[in-house]
């Protein structure tokens, strides 16, 4: 059984930084994705970024240039390093691994970035 766990959010002020982890327990085979969203009060959930089994990287366009993902196949973890946080970066960030057909979340964690 595969699971995420997400950790590193808290509550930072516009223009810092913060570095969210997701480690994955449970073993993987083959190609995957691991993705990060993010979900904000009254808004759907929305696609930050993602990284293949072979680090392909992709974002959106709100995170290009002030977010970076990154993945240490070796112990399963995904990271996102997010820089110059704006207070609508402000959401509940989730963790996503696509492998197969099967998709697994994290419960998520907090980013909240003050004004």
């Known amino acids: 059984q595969v699971q995420l766990v997400e950790s590193g959010g808290g509550l930072v002020q516009t223009g810092g930084s913060l570095k969210l982890s997701c480690a994955t327990s449970?073993?993987?085979?083959?190609?995957?994705?691991m993705s990060w969203y993010r979900q904000a009060p009254g808004k759907q959930r929305e696609l930050v970024a993602w990284i293949t089994s072979s680090f392909y990287t992709n974002y959106a366009d709100s995170a290009k240039g002030r977010f970076a993902i990154s993945r240490d196949n070796t112990k399963n973890t995904v990271y996102l390093q997010m820089n110059s946080l704006k207070p609508e970066d402000t959401a509940v960030y989730y963790c996503?691994?696509?492998?197969?057909?099967?998709?697994?979340w994290g419960k998520g964690t907090q980013v909240t970035v003050s004004s």
């Open positions: 996503n691994l696509a492998v197969g057909s099967k998709n697994y």
């Open positions: 449970g073993t993987i085979f083959g190609f995957n994705v």
